[in-house]
């Protein structure tokens, strides 16, 4: 069985928008991928952004930079 750690999760008001985080996240090498929303966080569209949480000053800057219908980011272990 795989250990749990602290991870951070952003979580999207539309599946559009978890897809755009990961357009752009891809183009500027940004850590992390797209995972189904653990059952702990509820989020409209079933996706979420998951990354390790030294990485939350660039995530929320690519989110602010891009508009992107981020929900939330939360800690949680994963």
Request: glycine share 6%; with cysteine; hydrophobic share 40%.
């Amino acid at each position: 069985m795989r250990e749990k750690s602290m991870k951070l999760l952003v979580t999207f008001h539309t599946t559009a928008g978890a897809m755009a985080m990961e357009k752009y996240c891809k183009a500027q090498e940004a850590p992390g991928r797209l995972i189904p929303v653990p059952r702990s966080i509820t989020a409209d569209c079933g996706l979420c952004w998951m990354a390790p949480t030294d990485a939350r000053p660039q995530l929320e800057a690519l989110v602010a930079e891009h508009q992107l219908d981020a929900e939330g980011f939360y800690e949680e272990l994963v």
